[in-house]
């Protein structure tokens, strides 16, 4: 398999148009994708019609009693979520180790119109880093309940993340089920995010359901058909789509069925934004991937502040409205400009939703409108608009999208109101595409002077180096990069393999303890200093009664933080090393590792405003079996470079990393 070339399955649909067609193959497919010749629409929308009721028929169809339970009603307008790393700085201050919800939710407003609701992604790729597992990962959060508490106070829904693949780390008294249950209903959760599964397993959500009889399932990619009934959401990371849209499977099967397009590595938008537009669907937003920053240009998030406002003010006629994919009263001459739409009618309402795939702007005639009767407003710009006797004029966007609401004389005074305001607010277009660059910078090695005394050292000489560097792919990359842009899709086994760079260094003459720091050691500096953590979460959690356990004195002291083991450094005249003077040290005569091996924290601390990571060496004893999702584990040369993104609230202290010092 190449992965680089997608898979039929991958590709939209194409409907057979045949008299006798068999569309039973639909039933599976992402896309239904559009016809190339306009002159076969009619056919295809009677043909996804006739698919529609054969599907029923084939899946004993319930009616979709899932989707009227009280208290999950908030999943069929959830037309945008974010999926945030739970230590991102817009959420999260390392500073005071405190979350900062208000903030975040500020940000959300102005700049991408607000979310529904958020996935607080929580232990990949840190996990498999030692022995804790997904849940441990939850629960060990200081402050956690109070911050689910807090983003509902904000309007938000919850969504926590379920890792199936998680199979080789401690494992619980209590099944998955049981385990993700308790947190649930310990944590007052509203929905589960599925990572790589499109389906729950049906022991999983009843036990879920019985803790919480609302909760929603999200499931990943191609939800099947018999699922619908149970899973109130889906999200899939890419929908090859045709040009002009096409439609979507699972949300045409069952209109309540919300579901989230996301490109995460991708920094052109447009395309998923449009199509969730026409289909009248929802947005995954995705700005920090696992530490690698791919943030929204500033065009892409105006669109989404566009889109949400409309179809918040008109969820009941997108979800409930007679839908007209690809509807015939856009004329040749903006269709063929590249301008698409959908039509929604509910009684008196009827909302247009178009798109413009072209870079340029359409302005002139956008619907052919027989009936100029009722109010019409631009429900997207805030611009006034009439019908004439030749049709609908309005300027859609290059890239872009735009939304038009017809009122009739007999619409409630409400939704009246709701479309004038709409149509008198102004939410401008934004041009401007570029990506918005935020590379991770490396922290500054501070300067250290005066005596040093950590023991014996070997001595990197000062001079210029090409060093080596190995690391596994990863979806996190190895320093600022995104490791997929503008790609198809990263399949296995491209995704985890072992890559090789060459990075030319400079470096001082600096001296490096030839061991680790040991537990003895650290206790030393705690009696002299008093040393306590801001946050003492996990803090020497192998010790017993504040001081090493009987016989460990001399293996490495774990259970400490970066900031834990930048204080001792300081205390003994020194600092970290960083990676180039690890590495190089590494290889020197004299050079040693204690036991047990641990991973060694290093200098080389990277931001980018949103994310942190840090770069470890030297491997470990410990190594997660039984999926590639893992983090490295294992012994490791010295020129293996291990990417850890950092966490907060002390997660970051384990057993399996300790660290040694420099001058």
Same mark, same amino acid.
Request: hydrophobic fraction near 40%; charge should be negative.
């Given at each position: ?69 009280p208290g999950r009603e908030w999943t069929q307008t959830a037309y945008s979520v974010a999926l945030v790393w739970l230590w991102d700085d817009l959420l999260y201050d390392v500073r005071t180790g405190r979350f900062t919800p208000d903030e975040f939710v500020q940000r959300a407003d102005s700049d991408f119109g607000g979310y529904d609701a958020v996935v607080l992604w929580h232990a990949y790729p840190v996990i498999g880093i030692d022995s804790r597992n997904q849940f441990d990962f939850y629960r060990d959060v200081p402050g956690l309940a109070e911050l689910v508490a807090d983003l ?10 379920? +890792? ?41 959500? *009843? ?16 939800? =099947? ?59 995954? #937003? ?41 509807? =015939? ?53 805030? #611009? ?74 070997? #001595? ?20 600022? /990069? ?10 296995? =086994?491209?995704?985890?393999?072992? /890559? ?11 001296? #490096? ?5 040991? +537990?003895?050691?650290?206790?030393? $500096? ?10 003492? +979460? ?44 690890? /590495? ?28 942190? $990571? ?21 012994? *490791? ?27």
């Amino acid at each position: 398999m190449n992965p680089l070339e997608p898979r039929p399955i991958d590709l939209p649909a194409r409907v057979d148009l045949g008299l006798r067609a068999d569309l039973s193959f639909l039933d599976d497919a992402k896309i239904l994708g559009a016809p190339d010749d306009p002159a076969d629409l009619p056919r295809w929308r009677g043909k996804l019609a006739e698919w529609l009721m054969g599907a029923y028929d084939r899946t004993g169809y319930d009616g979709g009693s899932h989707y009227t339970e009280p208290g999950r009603e908030w999943t069929q307008t959830a037309y945008s979520v974010a999926l945030v790393w739970l230590w991102d700085d817009l959420l999260y201050d390392v500073r005071t180790g405190r979350f900062t919800p208000d903030e975040f939710v500020q940000r959300a407003d102005s700049d991408f119109g607000g979310y529904d609701a958020v996935v607080l992604w929580h232990a990949y790729p840190v996990i498999g880093i030692d022995s804790r597992n997904q849940f441990d990962f939850y629960r060990d959060v200081p402050g956690l309940a109070e911050l689910v508490a807090d983003l509902h106070r904000l309007g938000l829904k919850v969504f926590f993340d379920y +890792n199936p693949w998680d199979v080789g780390t401690r494992r619980a008294a209590r099944p998955d089920a049981a385990e993700f249950a308790a947190l649930v209903a310990d944590y007052d959760v509203d929905g589960v995010f599925l990572d790589t599964l499109k389906e729950g397993d049906p022991a999983f959500t *009843k036990a879920l359901r019985k803790a919480n009889p609302a909760i929603a399932f999200e499931g990943e990619s191609r939800l =099947p058909l018999a699922r619908i009934s149970d899973h109130a959401l889906s999200w899939a990371q890419w929908f090859a789509d045709t040009e002009a849209p096409g439609v979507l499977r699972a949300h045409l099967f069952e209109r309540r069925h919300m579901m989230h397009h996301t490109r995460r590595w991708n920094r052109d938008h447009s395309d998923e934004l449009q199509s969730a537009w026409v289909n009248g669907v929802g947005i995954l #937003v995705w700005e920090s991937v696992f530490s690698a920053w791919v943030g929204w240009n500033a065009r892409d998030r105006a669109t989404l502040r566009r889109m949400v406002a409309a179809q918040r003010a008109f969820s009941p006629v997108l979800i409930n409205g007679d839908w007209i994919p690809l509807t =015939p009263e856009i004329p040749d001459k903006a269709r063929t400009h590249g301008v698409y739409g959908s039509r929604f009618e509910l009684a008196d309402i009827t909302f247009w939703t178009l798109i413009n795939r072209d870079d340029e702007d359409f302005e002139g005639v956008v619907l052919r409108s027989e009936d100029q009767v009722g109010d019409w407003y631009d429900v997207t710009s805030g #611009v006034p608009i009439t019908a004439d006797d030749d049709g609908v004029h309005l300027v859609v966007p290059g890239r872009g999208v735009a939304g038009i609401v017809r009122v009739g004389a007999t619409a409630g005074a409400s939704c009246r109101a709701t479309a004038r305001r709409l149509g008198t607010m102004p939410r401008p277009h934004v041009r401007e595409w570029a990506f918005p660059m935020a590379p991770a910078e490396r922290v500054a090695v501070r300067e250290v002077a005066g005596e040093a005394s950590f023991g014996p050292v070997v #001595v990197v000489p000062a001079g210029e180096r090409k060093l080596v560097v190995k690391h596994r792919r990863r979806e996190t990359g190895l320093y600022d /990069q995104a490791p997929y842009v503008e790609e198809w899709k990263p399949l296995p =086994p491209r995704l985890h393999d072992e /890559q090789s760079l060459v990075r030319e260094v400079s470096l001082a003459e600096v001296s #490096v303890a030839i061991r680790e720091v040991t +537990n003895a050691e650290y206790a030393e $500096f705690l009696a002299a200093t008093g040393y306590r953590p801001r946050i003492p +979460n996990r803090f020497l959690a192998h010790w017993v009664d504040g001081a090493p356990a009987a016989g460990t004195e001399d293996q490495p002291v774990t259970y400490v933080d970066l900031v834990d083991a930048r204080a001792y450094a300081d205390w003994r005249g020194g600092r970290l090393p960083t990676e180039d003077e690890w /590495q190089v040290a590494a290889g020197l005569d004299g050079f040693t590792r204690g036991e047990p091996l641990v991973w060694n924290w290093t200098e080389s601390e990277h931001r980018d405003g949103r994310s942190r $990571f840090c770069i470890l060496k030297g491997g470990s004893w410990y190594a997660a079996e039984g999926s590639d999702w893992y983090a490295d584990g294992g012994p *490791k040369e010295p020129e293996v470079s291990f990417k850890l993104v950092l966490t907060g609230g002390g997660l970051d202290r384990s057993e399996t990393i300790g660290f040694r010092c420099a001058r």
